[in-house]
């Protein structure tokens, strides 16, 4: 079975953020970056389904030059090949064209299984998967926690709202989003580190910007305030005598 | 194309309750833009949801019944929607951001070579749609640039579904052409793992952790706070998903909606995922080290600081108050 993941690179979850001088997107200057969660967890299940049923793992991503790192780091964890795709303009695309430019890439793999993170902890869009899915004419299901291999197909536990779940079967190829907690993310060894310096790792070029936006991101910024927040201030002994005699007083929980 | 139509959502007869916010959200577009509102509703025996839906202000309620549509699959719901939205022409289609919605809507908007603008917490003059960005640390002004239909769907508590306005709407039966093969995936019954034991939405006091924590052996540290104040330990997501405390302990999108009269977050940021779940306490509070969390946001009371350092210290003034 030949699995491919698609990767997102993201900002780190505690980087510092700041909007950048146009107001339309965050200063990347300083920032780190690492893989999306749910994506981690998608390599995940893609590694694992392979010590299962045996088979390929290929890791995808599409960025500037700075996401091969994040591609360096699946191989270490046990991905067998890698592909950038290689464009630096992501931000003009819209969520079609860059899903599309991802389709392109997975159609010339053709792969059994298509596995994402079901949404990005950056532009959090929550719709690539589904879309690509879209695009290559195969079906889909989201927010997958658990997925295994029938005869001919998978069958998939999706999660649901409010507690509930509930079993999909489908036919392959086909294209799962995978939901975060599903599995245990690895760690990449040392041995595993060492062995990623000898996988392949393709460079494609993603295709020219073709269609305008659909949508634009027209500003960012800080979120106003919902509630009139009362901030408690002094040593930690301090604020925790200030909040116990709001929760008496107040709140009149004690 | 013209008018604004809302794509209402029910499961085995039985509402999805965020539609309606998605509804008042429509009426509301609409009479900004000085636009028709309709909306609709697929499935299959819906008869009673209809009856209710006609009786709200609407220019027209579609409803699309199917026997395919019975149980809800990716692929039927594209197909039967991509008619409607091609017969009905729309300048606005709203849905509300449900699991189900992230399944379908995605594919249907792409039917129409259209991006959904997802997951939408404000509309505001223009239409401007806004959404949160990098698990609501930084909001985003949204608009349509393409020729449409704008698909758009709203988040849990944007709008209230009281706001709906009420009136008499004529109801047209929609025929779509589905066939059995174009449905490529068998659902199964919805359930439930082992039965629940915490019920948190009965409880009046709630102590929360989140990833702040860092490390599983610290959660004692929150229990300990817990216990102090006689409340229930709850979670945001990625507590669970460690492992670290079970699943039933989780509030937010995926987990229990909680109304207690003190939700108080420790290490929590605030994703939507998670606000969405606790914002109807009635007193929160937050204490996190970063001072820009979004989860200050909704807090009533706010302590920036090392919840390592503040949390041993509320405990130990907790139970002085307490006299324990």
């Keep these: ?254 | 194309m013209s008018g604004v139509l809302v794509l209402m959502e029910q499961r085995g007869g039985a509402w999805n309750r965020m539609s309606f916010e998605a509804l008042a959200a429509g009426q509301q577009l609409a009479a900004k833009l000085g636009l028709e509102c309709s909306a609709a509703v697929a499935g299959d025996g819906v008869d009673a949801l209809v009856k209710e839906l006609a009786g709200k202000k609407l220019t027209k309620v579609f409803v699309i019944q199917h026997t395919l549509l019975k149980n809800y699959t990716p692929d039927g719901y594209v197909a039967a929607l991509e008619q409607l939205v091609k017969k009905a022409a729309p300048a606005y289609v709203l849905l509300p951001h449900t699991y189900q919605v992230r399944d379908f809507a995605p594919a249907l908007a792409t039917r129409f070579r259209q991006v959904l603008i997802s997951d939408v917490v404000a509309i505001h003059d223009g239409p401007v749609f806004v959404r949160q960005l990098l698990q609501g640390k930084l909001n985003a002004d949204y608009k349509q640039a393409g020729a449409g239909p704008c698909f758009v769907s709203i988040q849990a508590g944007t709008f209230r579904a009281e706001d709906v306005e009420v009136g008499t709407a004529p109801v047209e039966d929609f025929a779509p052409q589905i066939d059995a093969v174009q449905i490529r995936s068998k659902p199964g019954e919805p359930f439930r793992e082992a039965a629940q034991t915490v019920d948190l939405s009965a409880a009046p006091v709630i102590v929360s952790v989140g990833r702040g924590i860092g490390e599983q052996e610290n959660i004692a540290l929150v229990q300990e706070l817990a216990s102090a104040l006689g409340a229930e330990l709850a979670a945001s997501r990625p507590i669970c998903d460690n492992g670290w405390l079970p699943m039933e302990r989780q509030v937010g999108s995926s987990g229990q909606t909680v109304s207690p009269k003190l939700y108080l977050a420790v290490g929590i940021s605030g994703a939507i995922q998670h606000l969405v779940g606790m914002k109807g306490s009635k007193t929160v509070v937050a204490i996190n080290k970063d001072e820009n969390a979004p989860i200050f946001e909704v807090a009533d009371y706010g302590i920036v600081g090392d919840l390592f350092e503040v949390v041993p210290e509320l405990t130990k003034a907790v139970r002085a108050a307490k006299g324990q």
């Design chain 1, 1 to 254: 079975m030949k699995i491919l993941v698609a990767v997102k690179q993201v900002p780190e979850r505690d980087a510092p953020i700041s909007v950048a001088a146009d107001g339309k997107w965050i200063d990347e200057s300083s920032l780190s970056y690492t893989i999306n969660e749910p994506d981690a967890y998608a390599l995940e299940e893609a590694l694992q389904l392979k010590e299962k049923n045996g088979g390929e793992v290929v890791v995808m991503c599409a960025g500037p030059e700075r996401v091969t790192s994040t591609l360096r780091e699946a191989l270490a964890k046990g991905a067998d090949r890698a592909i950038h795709i290689e464009t630096n303009d992501l931000g003009q695309r819209d969520m079609l064209g860059i899903a599309q430019v991802l389709a392109d890439a997975a159609k010339a793999e053709s792969p059994d299984l298509i596995l994402t993170g079901l949404q990005s902890d950056d532009l959090g869009l929550g719709q690539t998967g589904v879309v690509m899915a879209e695009l290559l004419g195969i079906p889909h299901a989201t927010i997958i926690m658990q997925v295994e291999v029938t005869d001919g197909g998978v069958k998939v536990k999706r999660e649901l709202e409010d507690g509930w779940f509930q079993h999909v079967e489908m036919p392959l190829p086909a294209l799962l989003t995978i939901q975060s907690g599903g599995n245990k993310l690895r760690y990449a060894t040392l041995m595993g580190i060492k062995k990623a310096k000898t996988k392949e790792t393709k460079t494609v070029q993603a295709a020219a910007v073709g269609a305008a936006p659909t949508i634009t991101l027209e500003r960012v910024y800080l979120p106003e305030k919902q509630k009139q927040t009362e901030m408690l201030t002094g040593t930690p002994a301090e604020m925790a005598a200030k909040l116990v005699e709001k929760l008496k007083s107040e709140v009149r929980v004690i």
